[in-house]
Structure formats: structure tokens, C-alpha cells
Nanobody, 119 residues
Framework: VQLVESGGGLVQPGGSLRLSCAASGFTFSSYAMSWYRQAPGKERELVAIINSAGGRTNYADSVKGRFTISRDNAKYTVYLQMNSLKPEDTAVYFC?????????????WGQGTQVTVSS
């Protein structure tokens, strides 16, 4: 199982970035996908989540209206479009896959990609 994030980098306030997370080794279309982030000295927080079919999304209040999560099940990839970036969005962004059965929870994490918003 692998989740590989890409697309992070340094961007000025007000700018945009698009993160990608390429999945392999599991049935991607059966998993809800999420983006989390962790800033230095802070706990990891949920940023956005999308259900397995891609029809439902939810966002942290801090990113609503600025970030959009989407997925392409044919490409085994989830995206996070980040617009109007603020310095407080600076963090390592992690991709997460989660699925529940009657008796088990399956969860996988990527290694993270750094996003830095600074002038």
C-alpha cells in the first residue's frame, strides 16, 4: 500500500497550489479519502474529506470556500486545490485513506508534503 503526495512548495500569500495523492495497493474506490495537515508545534488536523464515490465532501471551517477536495477513482488519485492561501495554511499536508467493515477499520497515511505560505 502506498499513498504518495506531491505538489507542495513555497507560495506567496494569496497564491494557489494543487496537491495530489497517488494511491496504490488497495481498492481506492472503496475508501474515503482525506487531507490532514500538521503545523510545527500543533496537532494534526483534518482539512477536507471526500467519500468513496466522490459525491460528498466536508471541510474544516478554516478552509471552507478556499480549498476544494476531489478525486479520480480511475486514476487512483485524490486532489486538494488550495486557493487564497494564507500564512496560517503553512504545514505538512498528509493524505489519508480510510475504510470500515463490520469488524475492521483500514487506514493508510502518506508521507506528507510541505506547504509554506510566505512572502
Amino acid at each position: 500500500v502506498q499513498l504518495v503526495e506531491s505538489g507542495g512548495g513555497l507560495v506567496q500569500p494569496g497564491g494557489s497550489l494543487r496537491l495530489s495523492c497517488a494511491a496504490s495497493g488497495f481498492t481506492f474506490s472503496s475508501y474515503a479519502m482525506s487531507w490532514y495537515r500538521q503545523a510545527p508545534g500543533k496537532e494534526r488536523e483534518l482539512v477536507a474529506i471526500i467519500n468513496s464515490a466522490g459525491g460528498r465532501t466536508n471541510y474544516a471551517d478554516s478552509v471552507k470556500g478556499r480549498f476544494t477536495i476531489s478525486r479520480d477513482n480511475a486514476k487512483y488519485t485524490v486532489y486538494l486545490q488550495m486557493n487564497s492561501l494564507k500564512p496560517e495554511d503553512t504545514a505538512v499536508y498528509f493524505c489519508n485513506a480510510k475504510a470500515l467493515s463490520l469488524s475492521n477499520m483500514y487506514e493508510y497515511w502518506g508521507q506528507g508534503t510541505q506547504v509554506t505560505v510566505s512572502s
